[in-house]
C-alpha cells in the first residue's frame, strides 16, 4: 500500500510561459511521474477560458502517462505558476478558473515570478528547523522581464508587468525590437554599423534588413518572431560589437535596478538576500551581461547572493506543491535529482 500511495501524484505542477507550457506530475516523496510541454499561453490576448484549455490540452498529455487517474482526481493539489497572471485579481480569476477543471482537491495559481524564486532557493533539512527560508528576490528574462519580492516576514513586493505602459523594457520581444532597431538604422546609415545587420538577414534568410521591417509590417512575418532574436543580441555581444553591446548592458542596468528595487521596498538591502535570476534570455549565462548584474548588486547589496536557476520553472512550481501537501525533507532533493540537479 505504502508503495501504490507514492506512486500517486501529490502535485500537479504548471509553468505557463509565453513561449511554452511545462506540466508535471510529482508523488508526495518527490518522484516525477509523468511531464509534457505544450504550447505558450497569453491570457491577456486569448482570455483565461481559452488559457485554461490550452493548460487541460497540455495536462492531459502527462495524465495519460500514468496508469490510472485515482479518485477522479489527477492530484492532492495543483500549483500553477502563469506568465501574464500579473495582478492579484488576474491569479484570482485564474485560480477559479483551475479549480474548475477539478484536476485536484485544491489549487494555487501565482504569477511565473514564483516558481522562479521557489527554485533558486534552498530546501529545507530534515532535522533543521527553519532551514530553507523561502524568501528572497527574483527576476525573470525570458520572452519578457518581471520580478517578485518575498520578505522573511511574508511581504510581498512586485510590478506591474504590462509592457511599457508600466514602464518595463527587456525580454526577448523587447530586445528583438531593439536588434531590428538598431539593424535598420546601420542598414540605411541612420546609425553605427553593427554586426546585428548580418546576424539578422541570416537569421531570416534575406538579403537586406528591410525586408524583415516590410515583412513585419505586412503581416508575412509574426512580430512574435522578433522574440527569438535575443540569442543574435548576446551573440554580436561576445564578438565584440559595440553597439549589442550597449543593448546588453542597458539589460544588465534593467534586470538589477528591478532587483535592487524589489530589495528597498521590503528593506533587504543589508541582508543575505537570495536574488534568483532565470529566464531563457539570463539562463544563457552571457558573460557582459552576467558581470554587470552581479557588479551593480555588489554595489547596492553588498549581502546580496545572485543565482541563476539550474532546473527548469516547472520544479519551482513542483516544489511549491511540495510545500503545500507538507511533503518530507527528501522530496525536494529527489525531484531536483530527477531534471539532473542536487538540493541546493
Not at 483565461?48 to 482526481?73: E, F, M, S, W, Y
Not at 506568465?83 to 489549487?107: F, I, K, M, R
Request: glycine letters at 12%; charged letters at 20%.
Amino acid at each position: 500500500m505504502a508503495d501504490a500511495a507514492a506512486a500517486q501524484p501529490a502535485v500537479l505542477a504548471i509553468d505557463g510561459g509565453n513561449s511554452k507550457t511545462d506540466v508535471a506530475l510529482v508523488a508526495g516523496d518527490g518522484t516525477l511521474l509523468a511531464s509534457a510541454r505544450g504550447p505558450g499561453i497569453n491570457a491577456h490576448e486569448v482570455g483565461v477560458d481559452q488559457t485554461v484549455l490550452i493548460l487541460d490540452a497540455v495536462v492531459k498529455q502527462a495524465a495519460a502517462q500514468l496508469d490510472q487517474r485515482p479518485d477522479g482526481l489527477l492530484a492532492r493539489h495543483t500549483v500553477a505558476c502563469l506568465a501574464n497572471a500579473d495582478l492579484p485579481e488576474e491569479e484570482a480569476e485564474h485560480a477559479t478558473a483551475v479549480q474548475a477543471q477539478g484536476w485536484s482537491e485544491s489549487a494555487t495559481v501565482v504569477n511565473d515570478t514564483f516558481a522562479i524564486l521557489r527554485s533558486g532557493l534552498p530546501d529545507a533539512v530534515e532535522g533543521l528547523e527553519g532551514s530553507g527560508p523561502h524568501w528572497g528576490v527574483a527576476v525573470v528574462c525570458g520572452a519578457g522581464i518581471n520580478a517578485v519580492g518575498v520578505a522573511p516576514d511574508g511581504r510581498v513586493t512586485r510590478y506591474l508587468a504590462l509592457g511599457t505602459i508600466s514602464g518595463d523594457w527587456g525580454g526577448g520581444h523587447g530586445l528583438g525590437l531593439e536588434v531590428l532597431w538598431h539593424a535598420i538604422r546601420a542598414e540605411d546609415g541612420r546609425g553605427p554599423d553593427t554586426a546585428l545587420v548580418g546576424h539578422l538577414t541570416r537569421h531570416f534568410g534575406v538579403e537586406r534588413v528591410e525586408e524583415v521591417t516590410i515583412g513585419i509590417h505586412k503581416g508575412k512575418i509574426p512580430d512574435d518572431d522578433l522574440t527569438g532574436l535575443a540569442p543574435i543580441l548576446l551573440r554580436a555581444s561576445d564578438e565584440g560589437d559595440a553597439v549589442a553591446r550597449t543593448v546588453v548592458n542597458r539589460l544588465a542596468d534593467e534586470i538589477s535596478v528591478m532587483a535592487i528595487t524589489a530589495m528597498r521596498r521590503l528593506g533587504l538591502t543589508a541582508l543575505a538576500t537570495p536574488v534568483v535570476l532565470g529566464g531563457g534570455v539570463v539562463t544563457a549565462r552571457n558573460p557582459l551581461l552576467m558581470s554587470g548584474i552581479t557588479r551593480q548588486l555588489a554595489a547596492a547589496a553588498p549581502a546580496a547572493e545572485v543565482r541563476v536557476i539550474d532546473v527548469p520553472p516547472v520544479a519551482g512550481a513542483a516544489l511549491l506543491g511540495l510545500d503545500h501537501v507538507r511533503a518530507p525533507a527528501a522530496a525536494a532533493s529527489r525531484l531536483r535529482a530527477a531534471y539532473g540537479i542536487a538540493r541546493l
